[in-house]
């Protein structure tokens, strides 16, 4: 609970657990603000800084000649819902985004992400985007990195932009027109998730409970 919350943080302050906690206790009830602040105490955060100790932290500023490489974290949702600040971010200068995944190393950081992210989030914004180690080398320096998650904080958005930023693909969208040829409105629902998901058992259901 918040009072149980606030109380452990009179005590440690400077907890990183606990305002890992405070921040989706702020998030959760739309103090973004305040929330995104906290969010900087993730978990995956601070193991991405060690994972990339050797390059300075990008702070928001404008890239100039610097490039900057944006690293993915967590789930494929995760990366939808940060995509809405890729354009943006593409406008402060030089970006490239690695979306490592499990298959290329075994990682606790980097979910199996299918190839199809790539694609996706390339049609976003005109920032690169790479899957492999090998892919990453073809660019010739990297001055800089930060996490998709602390985007929000970067880029000083701390309110999701209501803007549509996702668009179908018109060659797929014609390709599967000649599947449903009725107008009904359809809406497709999906009842499971990554089943090596430490949490799965709290995401995923059967489909005749559904």
Same mark, same amino acid.
Request: aromatic share 10%; charged share 25%.
């Given at each position: 609970?918040? &009072?149980?919350? $606030?109380?452990?943080?009179?005590?440690? +302050?400077?907890?990183?657990?606990?305002?890992?906690?405070?921040?989706?206790?702020?998030? &959760?009830?739309?103090?973004?603000?305040?929330?995104?602040?906290?969010?900087?105490?993730?978990?995956?955060?601070?193991?991405?800084?060690?994972?990339?100790?050797?390059?300075?932290?990008?702070?928001g500023s404008n890239l100039d000649e610097r490039t900057l490489l944006?690293?993915?974290?967590?789930?494929?949702?995760?990366?939808?819902? $940060?995509?809405?600040?890729? /354009?943006?971010? =593409?406008?402060?200068?030089?970006?490239?985004? $690695?979306?490592?995944? /499990?298959?290329?190393?075994?990682?606790?950081?980097?979910?199996?992400?299918? &190839?199809?992210?790539?694609?996706?989030?390339q049609s976003i914004s005109p920032i690169p985007v790479f899957s492999?180690?090998?892919?990453?080398?073809?660019?010739?320096?990297?001055?800089?990195?930060?996490?998709?998650? =602390?985007?929000?904080?970067?880029?000083?958005? +701390?309110?999701?932009?209501?803007?549509?930023?996702?668009?179908?693909?018109?060659? /797929?969208? =014609?390709?599967?027109?000649?599947?449903?040829?009725?107008?009904?409105?359809?809406?497709?629902?999906?009842?499971?998730?990554?089943?090596?998901? =430490?949490?799965?058992?709290?995401?995923?259901?059967?489909?005749?409970?559904?």
């Amino acid at each position: 609970s918040e &009072r149980i919350l $606030y109380i452990g943080l009179s005590y440690n +302050p400077d907890d990183p657990f606990l305002l890992y906690a405070k921040a989706e206790y702020l998030l &959760r009830n739309r103090r973004y603000e305040e929330g995104w602040k906290c969010w900087e105490f993730r978990t995956v955060r601070r193991k991405l800084i060690e994972k990339n100790k050797d390059l300075p932290v990008w702070d928001g500023s404008n890239l100039d000649e610097r490039t900057l490489l944006l690293v993915g974290e967590q789930g494929i949702g995760d990366h939808i819902m $940060y995509g809405r600040y890729l /354009k943006t971010l =593409s406008e402060k200068g030089n970006v490239v985004m $690695y979306l490592q995944t /499990k298959s290329v190393v075994n990682d606790p950081l980097f979910i199996n992400t299918p &190839r199809v992210m790539d694609t996706m989030l390339q049609s976003i914004s005109p920032i690169p985007v790479f899957s492999t180690p090998e892919q990453l080398a073809t660019i010739d320096k990297v001055d800089c990195w930060a996490a998709i998650g =602390s985007l929000p904080l970067l880029l000083n958005q +701390p309110i999701p932009l209501p803007t549509v930023y996702l668009q179908a693909d018109l060659e /797929k969208v =014609s390709r599967y027109s000649a599947y449903f040829t009725d107008k009904n409105f359809r809406v497709g629902l999906c009842w499971r998730g990554n089943p090596n998901n =430490s949490r799965d058992n709290q995401r995923s259901m059967s489909f005749p409970a559904m």
